[in-house]
């Protein structure tokens, strides 16, 4: 399963929530990150998931969206990180039918092989949207160390 991966920023809950409620978080709690830019720094200082139904990362760095890269790139190793494949997503996005949301995304895991790339979801606007493997998450979100 492809975990979907919330990039989001201090200040930008209220997005935030409207984008977890489309996704039906509730049902899917352990296939959605959230990643946060821009936090305080005992959060960050924590390094560990929190918030009680929902996976949560913390960065004190506000790199926009790459944000969300850097922090999956740093954080593989943990179980509720871990996955084959990642859907980057930015908190200003949501869905109008959640399950057709998530049997659209179970569809796309066997056309999205190559895991040297990065899969946009819109090519027109390449805005970071989209779908990559572990391997290419690592390699890319470790550029923003």
Same mark, same amino acid.
């Given at each position: 399963?492809?975990?979907?991966?919330?990039?989001?920023?201090?200040?930008?809950?209220?997005?935030?929530?409207?984008?977890?409620?489309?996704l039906n978080?509730?049902?899917?709690?352990?296939?959605?990150?959230?990643?946060?830019?821009?936090? %305080?720094?005992?959060?960050? &200082?924590?390094?560990? *998931? $929190?918030?009680?139904?929902?996976?949560?990362?913390? !960065?004190?760095? @506000?790199?926009?969206?790459?944000?969300?890269?850097?922090?999956?790139?740093?954080?593989?190793?943990?179980?509720e990180v871990?996955?084959?494949k990642y859907?980057?997503?930015? %908190?200003?996005?949501?869905? &109008?039918?959640?399950? *057709? $949301?998530?049997?659209?995304?179970?569809?796309?895991? !066997?056309?999205? @092989?190559?895991?040297?790339?990065?899969?946009?979801?819109?090519?027109?606007?390449?805005?970071?949207?989209?779908?990559?493997?572990?391997?290419?998450?690592?390699?890319?979100?470790?550029?923003?160390?």
């Amino acid at each position: 399963m492809i975990k979907v991966v919330v990039s989001t920023c201090s200040g930008y809950e209220k997005f935030l929530n409207h984008c977890l409620r489309s996704l039906n978080f509730k049902e899917h709690y352990n296939d959605i990150l959230v990643c946060k830019a821009r936090c %305080d720094p005992d959060l960050v &200082a924590i390094n560990k *998931f $929190f918030d009680g139904n929902k996976s949560q990362m913390c !960065s004190s760095k @506000n790199l926009y969206e790459y944000t969300a890269f850097n922090l999956i790139s740093s954080h593989l190793d943990y179980r509720e990180v871990h996955s084959d494949k990642y859907l980057f997503i930015h %908190d200003t996005c949501w869905t &109008a039918d959640s399950s *057709f $949301f998530w049997d659209k995304l179970n569809e796309l895991d !066997s056309e999205t @092989n190559d895991s040297t790339r990065f899969y946009y979801l819109d090519n027109s606007k390449r805005q970071n949207i989209g779908i990559c493997s572990k391997e290419f998450a690592k390699e890319y979100g470790s550029q923003f160390n």
